[in-house]
């Protein structure tokens, strides 16, 4: 992981835990699994507390840390470091990625609430007149009471989002391929294809994986089926919406969009979407920041507080969901 990474990942508290629970020194940090220092470190390991920036945990690694058994992952997808050779071991993995989904279900959830109300719009409008106005004449379909939500996509952060959606009068919508109808219901929503969806929402918030086969899942046509003056909110990952696609959208003014994720990751200086009315551009926040990156540290100790009392972990990756998850 990045170096500076744990001393903004682990409070004191946890840093106590972890010390306490292993052999593990919590301040060592590996972020190239190749040098001379980090084979010392490996061949003694029994269990690596990765995090973003992990280098990938490969047959090569592995030779070099032959009592390696799990990996607790205090952060998102392990796609990027377990790799066939720790499943080829028995490697046991863990992932608090769900501590990671809370800020970001949190994120969208206010972002669907601010959209409906219209508050990019009108706090354009106030700034602009500066006087006295007919409001409630001006924006009519303003607010949350009976808005359509289109919820893309039915994984961690998207069960997350529904649930905290619950409690407003909001028809919630679910395109998930994997979802069956009677299960939509039971998460609140209602099942339709991807197509009715966009045409549908009047937010339309996108928590699909990145998959080959979800790339520009919303693409040129699907975001022309969307409502005029609707929100596309997307803080999965860029590459599920065809950017140019909504930029022209965006930029011509008939779209509104919240995006916490882009393609490339840092757009250009030049993009429009920096300085649109109509769009909120964030840096890839959505998820833990500053102090939410406690809860994750705080849960990956708990894993490895199960597995060193020889109990299974709380939150374990399968093989199996690997080409479904993110």
């Not at 390696?68 to 990625?97: D, F, M, N, P, Q």
């Not at 998959?211 to 699907?222: A, I, K, N």
């Amino acid at each position: 992981m990045h170096r500076d990474l744990p001393a903004r990942l682990i409070d004191a508290h946890t840093m106590a835990r972890l010390a306490a629970l292993t052999d593990i020194d919590p301040t060592v940090v590996l972020d190239d699994f190749t040098t001379a220092a980090a084979r010392q470190e490996l061949a003694g390991a029994e269990v690596i507390v990765s995090g973003w920036g992990c280098p990938p945990i490969d047959a090569d690694t592995l030779a070099a840390a032959p009592r390696l058994r799990a990996v607790v992952h205090a952060a998102g997808s392990v796609k990027h470091h377990i790799t066939a050779a720790c499943w080829e071991r028995g490697i046991e993995v863990a992932s608090v990625a769900w501590a990671n989904a809370l800020p970001v279900a949190e994120y969208t959830v206010a972002a669907v609430l601010g959209a409906n109300k219209r508050l990019l719009r009108i706090r354009e409008d106030y700034r602009a007149r500066r006087a006295p106005h007919d409001w409630q004449s001006a924006y009519a379909r303003a607010g949350n009471y009976r808005r359509t939500v289109g919820i893309v996509g039915a994984s961690l952060i998207g069960r997350r989002v529904m649930d905290l959606l619950r409690p407003y009068d909001l028809d919630l919508l679910l395109y998930d391929p994997y979802v069956e109808p009677a299960e939509a219901v039971r998460l609140g929503a209602r099942s339709v294809t991807l197509d009715e969806l966009c045409a549908a929402g009047d937010v339309v918030s996108v928590h699909a994986p990145e998959l080959p086969e979800t790339r520009h899942l919303l693409d040129g046509r699907r975001l022309a089926l969307m409502r005029d003056d609707s929100t596309l909110i997307n803080t999965s990952r860029g590459s599920l919406v065809d950017q140019d696609a909504l930029t022209a959208e965006l930029v011509s003014g008939r779209l509104n969009a919240v995006i916490d994720v882009t393609v490339p990751e840092v757009l250009p200086a030049a993009s429009p979407l920096y300085d649109l009315p109509n769009v909120v551009l964030t840096p890839h926040i959505a998820g833990s920041l500053g102090g939410e990156l406690h809860r994750m540290a705080a849960a990956a100790v708990d894993e490895v507080a199960l597995w060193t009392a020889g109990r299974p972990f709380a939150h374990p990756v399968a093989k199996e969901t690997i080409s479904r998850t993110a």
